[in-house]
């Protein structure tokens, strides 16, 4: 979910850096017709080139693991030794929404990460472009340089627990993925709660999905050739797109790729009490999400937010699961994918055990990051081909 509790607004000077993609800031100048440029850096700060001048060094955390993660991989605890560095002692589920909203990413602890250790950045050879996809929802969409398509499209659904995060934290994620398929990405900033409850965020998504197969050729892209993704919430989103879909008699997507998805409400699983304490998330941050988005404890049980529990998943897009071994969630998206399997549904799931819970977009300092995108990536380019 890309979440991480501080009141500190904390911005890196050096966004050029970027997880091995091009800066937010470049996305943003692409989508209004702009040629990206470079990002001004404070007088004193690391620039790229004085990076590149250094050479990258090897990821190294300052100390021990902790006590709730004893097995972590070093370079995954370099960046939740950055995020401690950035984060306040107050609990972020102790916090008002607009204060953690404000608070420091996992793509902000990942990009300090790589100016602390030198690691270089290649430029991102996207174009970006902003729509509206739906009342109120606007959507990115990323398409590699010089597309003549139809190109397949992906429809990605960002994480952040319905209620944190936007396109920015997430846009590592979907440059990488989008390099590596040579799809179109259409990345939608649905509505968030508490100022919008449940189903909201659910409905945004599927009619994003519409407008997709709909317009797919305004956006050089083939709309019978469609999947959806999505991490965390986002992973959730992807999953309820494909039953609504199918119980709404639109076309299924062709794959659904879900990455560490919120899969139940179940608090009481063996990951949700082995992970309890673990960072970026926890049990208690993750009640607090359903607490802001579900307008009563009753949603919790509905197919759409317990996936798990839905009584009919036969019919539903092929899938790949990607799991996190120092997660909440890891126990309901194992469960889940099991369960697509036992309905007639191909899945791929693979579990990465020393890697926290936001890991997915870290592969430029994160090894299991990179292994789990080229998966991603790999299971995509063949639902699409």
């Given amino acids: 979910m890309n979440l991480f509790p501080h009141t500190l607004r904390w911005a890196f000077p050096t966004l050029a850096l970027g997880l091995s993609l091009a800066a937010c800031n470049s996305a943003q100048n692409n989508e209004a017709g702009a040629t990206a440029t470079t990002t ?16 990258p060094q090897a990821v190294k955390p300052a100390g021990p693991p902790p006590a709730w993660a004893p097995n972590i991989g070093p370079e995954m605890l370099t960046v939740i030794e950055k995020l401690q560095k950035l984060q306040g002692p107050t609990p972020p589920e102790k916090l008002p929404v607009a204060e953690v909203r404000k608070a420091p990413s996992a793509t902000d602890a990942t990009m300090a990460v790589m100016q602390d250790f030198h690691v270089p950045s290649p430029p991102s050879p996207l174009d970006t472009m902003s729509k509206e996809v739906a009342p109120g929802v606007k959507a990115r969409i990323y398409m590699p340089k010089g597309a003549t398509g139809p190109l397949p499209v992906v429809v990605y659904y960002h994480g952040g627990g319905w209620v944190i995060a936007n396109l920015d934290t997430y846009d590592p994620s979907v440059r990488a993925l989008t390099e590596k398929t040579g799809a179109i990405f259409v990345s939608v900033a649905y509505r968030q709660a508490p100022e919008h409850k449940f189903p909201t965020a659910h ?24 999947a959806v993704a999505g991490e965390s919430a986002g992973g959730n989103l992807a999953a309820a797109v494909c039953m609504m879909a199918r119980d709404k008699g639109a076309m299924q997507p062709k794959h659904q790729l879900l990455v560490y998805p919120i899969a139940g409400y179940d608090m009481n699983t ?19 999400f359903f607490d802001k988005y579900l307008r009563t404890p009753a949603d919790g049980k509905s197919p759409m937010i317990s996936l798990v529990t839905a009584p009919n998943l036969k019919g539903l897009a092929p899938a790949t699961v990607i799991g996190a071994g120092i997660d909440p969630l890891m126990s309901e998206g194992k469960t889940y994918a099991d369960k697509l399997q036992a309905a007639g549904i ?5 579990l990465y055990e020393n890697v926290t819970h936001e890991f997915f977009g870290m592969g430029a300092v994160v090894p299991e990051a990179m292994q789990a995108e080229d998966l991603a990536a790999g299971e995509l380019k063949k639902a699409l081909q």
């Fill in 346 to 350: 191909p899945v791929t799931y693979k």
């Fill in 203 to 226: 409905n945004d998504a599927f009619a994003a999905y519409q407008w997709v197969l709909k317009n797919a050729t305004s956006i050089k892209g083939d709309p019978k050739r469609v």
């Fill in 40 to 55: 001004p850096t404070d007088s004193g700060a690391t620039t790229p080139a004085d990076s590149a001048t250094a050479g």
């Fill in 270 to 288: 063996p990951s949700y009490q082995k992970n309890a304490n673990a960072k970026p998330l926890s049990k208690p941050f993750m009640g607090w």
